[in-house]
């Protein structure tokens, strides 16, 4: 999706450069914040106390990644389904309405969430291979009829800013970043850690960046199951698309249902309820087609969540040298950690250029000096 993104609006190497750049600089946001994950071994919304406190990461940042990842859940569950009514209809002749597709899948997956996340790992197994396949079919398709000068030198219909495609293939990881602790918090080592986000997000993730952008010059189009259906494959092509799509998704719900129980202050044995009815509303989300909001959707994440990613490595990094013995969650919120990122969104939005950059230096200098001017600076604190 992202590589048919950027070819929509820059040329092919362009697009790939863009793209490139872009998941490089996430997949080392990633890396860096998944450390923290595994030294302390706890989810990204419990790391957040230190720097915001218990109340500002529990009423303030569960609500915020919690809406985040029903956004993606709704994206993925509309790509899933559109993906699942073109394989239908090519099967059976029965045209199957977009919209009940997309609730249909939106119920499996976050029932998955809630009782199979763990044999996800099996499913991954072969989807990822198959989609890869695919998209190497497809690109040669596009190559083989078209030939690859058509390709080289496609001329798109809108143009967009190279800074502009950095930022948002950024934004398809930047969220990522800021919870790449949920995961990581399992790994064995810091070493494991950065193997399973350099290793597992860049190489592929730029193949398929190029798969996708040299599809989307003949398909015309972001909607991935409008591509498998455009390169011939809407059968095989969509149980790629569906089982890929089916195992990413998951994860989102899974995490959503952390982000909530947080702010929930809700015990660990309601994570089950909790991740249902997040997936649940994820599903609403994906059938009112949020994705047609997903340029927006990008960019907006990177000038939000990366202030927050700043604070939390200089928290952690800086403020508390990367060791897991000085950290702590000090009750209410964080005044310090709030009016930092809140700067660095503020400057994110007035700025141009690689805009997330200034906004992560404000927030993290200004979170630093705070810190340092006013260490124990909480409102609305419970009384010890």
Same mark, same amino acid.
């Given at each position: ?24 600089? !996430? ?24 720097? /915001? ?57 976050? @029932? ?15 989807? @990822? ?35 502009? !495609? ?19 918090? /399992? ?65 989102? =719900?899974?995490?959503? %249902? ?38 927006? *959707? ?10 927050? *990613? ?29 009016? =930092? ?17 200034? %906004? ?19 409102? /609305?604190?419970?009384?010890?």
């Amino acid at each position: 999706m992202l590589g048919s993104i950027l070819i929509s609006g820059l040329g092919f190497s362009e697009a790939i450069w863009a793209g490139a750049l872009g998941t490089a600089i !996430g997949t080392a946001v990633m890396t860096v914040t998944g450390m923290i994950g595994h030294d302390l071994g706890v989810p990204s919304v419990v790391i957040l106390r230190s720097s /915001f406190g218990k109340a500002g990461s529990r009423f303030l940042f569960s609500l915020v990644l919690g809406i985040t990842l029903l956004s993606w859940f709704g994206i993925q569950a509309q790509v899933c389904g559109a993906a699942f009514a073109h394989m239908f209809e090519s099967i059976t002749g029965i045209a199957l309405p977009e919209l009940l597709s997309t609730i249909i899948w939106g119920v499996i997956m976050c @029932v998955t969430a809630v009782y199979g996340v763990n044999a996800l790992k099996w499913l991954n197994y072969i989807a @990822v291979p198959a989609l890869l396949i695919i998209s190497f079919y497809g690109a040669y398709v596009v190559v083989a009829e078209n030939g690859m000068d058509a390709v080289l030198h496609y001329a798109p219909e809108d143009s967009m800013k190279f800074i502009d !495609g950095v930022i948002m293939a950024y934004g398809y990881l930047t969220f990522a970043g800021v919870v790449a602790a949920d995961f990581t918090r /399992f790994q064995r080592s810091r070493k494991d850690t950065v193997l399973s986000t350099t290793i597992g997000i860049f190489p592929l993730g730029v193949i398929l960046l190029i798969l996708g952008s040299i599809m989307a010059t003949l398909a015309g189009t972001y909607d991935i199951a409008l591509i498998m259906v455009q390169i011939g494959l809407p059968i095989i092509g969509a149980v790629a698309l569906i089982l890929a799509t089916w195992t990413t998704n998951t994860t989102n =719900a899974y995490s959503a %249902g952390i982000d909530m129980v947080a702010l929930l202050d809700a015990k660990g044995d309601k994570r089950a309820a909790v991740t249902l009815v997040c997936g649940v509303i994820g599903t609403v989300l994906g059938a009112i087609g949020l994705m047609d909001y997903v340029s927006n *959707i990008l960019s907006w994440s990177s000038y939000l969540f990366t202030p927050i *990613i700043g604070v939390m490595i200089t928290d952690y990094f800086v403020l508390r040298k990367g060791r897991a013995e000085n950290w702590d969650q000090p009750e209410g919120f964080g005044v310090a950690a709030v009016v =930092a990122c809140a700067a660095g969104s503020i400057v994110c939005f007035l700025t141009t250029g690689f805009s997330p950059l200034y %906004g992560f230096l404000v927030a993290a200098v200004l979170y630093f000096g705070l810190k340092k001017a006013f260490p124990a600076l909480y409102v /609305f604190a419970k009384k010890q």
